[in-house]
């Protein structure tokens, strides 16, 4: 409704090609809320993997009191402000996050019934050497949102300070398998505790199949992602910086002249 509309802020980046991509630019938000969706639209040939577009996504916070950190190709259920808002309320901390893998949705069907939540639970050890998650989804529903080992990049709510003590690291380029145990260890050394929602709230697009990544289109991935994994092995603890590049702490970070020329801050109408 309008009352859910005028209290939720966007800030979207888009990986794109304004050509190519033409339809997912053609809908212009309501002018009555053209103030609160604000974008930073970059060439998908410049793109550099999650970590550095949360980044940029994080620089577009203004004094909202609460942060909804989600990818794309995601849908919500009914009431999804409420609720987060409500099941944070509920966390047995002074610093709680709310996250999880979200369930699954078909492209072509209406969005899922809401169920049990899932659990984070560590699976094994990739040949890069990170720990590989994987979600199950519980029997039932608790009564309150039970604490998790974990925490998703995909699905974080929380209080907004925690951008402030601690922001995304834009040099870990196409990093992958590394980010959420980066941030994860990062936030519990800042206090933070993570919790599991008592149901599905928001629900995730995992197939691929039926578009290109945008890594296919990128040279040199392989080589930023190799530096940003021995970045990521050093902030973990496990190994010494590779060279002086990784070899900042994970609090100093002197990124703004990684954003590349051609992106902007606007707000969309």
Request: glycine fraction near 6%.
């Amino acid at each position: 409704g309008v009352y859910v509309c005028a209290v939720v802020y966007v800030g979207l980046v888009s990986q794109a090609d304004n050509e190519e991509d033409a339809d997912c630019f053609r809908e212009s938000v309501p002018k009555q809320f053209s103030g609160n969706v604000a974008e930073v639209r970059v060439h998908y040939s410049e793109a550099r993997g999650p970590c550095w577009a949360r980044y940029l996504a994080q620089k577009l916070l203004g004094k909202q009191k609460y942060y909804l950190q989600i990818d794309s190709h995601t849908r919500f259920v009914r009431g999804w402000d409420r609720l987060l808002i409500q099941q944070l309320h509920m966390c047995a901390s002074p610093k709680p996050v709310l996250s999880t893998y979200p369930p699954g949705y078909d492209r072509d069907a209406p969005v899922p019934e809401v169920g049990p939540p899932t659990a984070l639970c560590a699976t094994d050890f990739g040949p890069e050497g990170m720990l590989r998650i994987a979600g199950k989804v519980l029997r039932s529903k608790p009564t309150s949102p039970p604490q998790s080992l974990f925490w998703a990049a995909g699905f974080s709510f929380s209080e907004a300070k925690l951008i402030k003590d601690v922001p995304y690291d834009p040099s870990l380029k196409f990093l992958f398998f590394g980010e959420e145990m980066t941030m994860l260890a990062r936030m519990w050394t800042k206090g933070y505790d993570v919790y599991m929602p008592t149901t599905s709230i928001v629900f995730h697009l995992w197939t691929r199949d039926y578009r290109r990544t945008f890594s296919q289109d990128i040279v040199d991935v392989h080589k930023l992602q190799s530096r940003s994994l021995a970045r990521a092995r050093w902030i973990l603890g496990d190994a010494p910086p590779a060279s002086d590049e990784t070899a900042h702490a994970p609090t100093r970070l002197d990124a703004d002249k990684d954003q590349p020329a051609s992106s902007s801050s606007s707000s969309s109408s």
